[in-house]
């Protein structure tokens, strides 16, 4: 890929017995392609968390980035783009995962 993220295409051979999650980084504004991973973490049975923190506010197939994922999280550290110093978020739609 070219613009800094996962190759979504080169995952599947990277799977074997040990994989248990995918871990995804939204880089530099642009989401990572998340109906891919979402598909091929289904086929294989995977937990698919995502790192959203360098593309907060951005979309991906009209959706805000932190939606696709089991669990997304957002650091607010310095270096990113909204900060309060140190800290973050972690968001879920798994409403067991919630609890």
Avoid: M, W
């Amino acid at each position: 890929r070219t613009d800094g993220n996962i190759d979504e295409l080169a995952l599947e051979k990277l799977i074997n017995e040990k994989t248990k999650a995918i871990v995804s980084v939204d880089y530099a504004g642009k989401s990572v392609e998340a109906k891919s991973i979402q598909e091929l973490c289904k086929k294989h049975s995977l937990s698919f968390l995502s790192d959203s923190s360098h593309a907060l506010g951005s979309e991906y197939q009209n959706k805000k980035v932190g939606g696709f994922a089991l669990a997304s999280v957002f650091s607010f550290h310095a270096i990113k783009p909204i900060t309060t110093a140190e800290g973050g978020a972690v968001v879920t739609n798994d409403s067991e995962l919630h609890e």
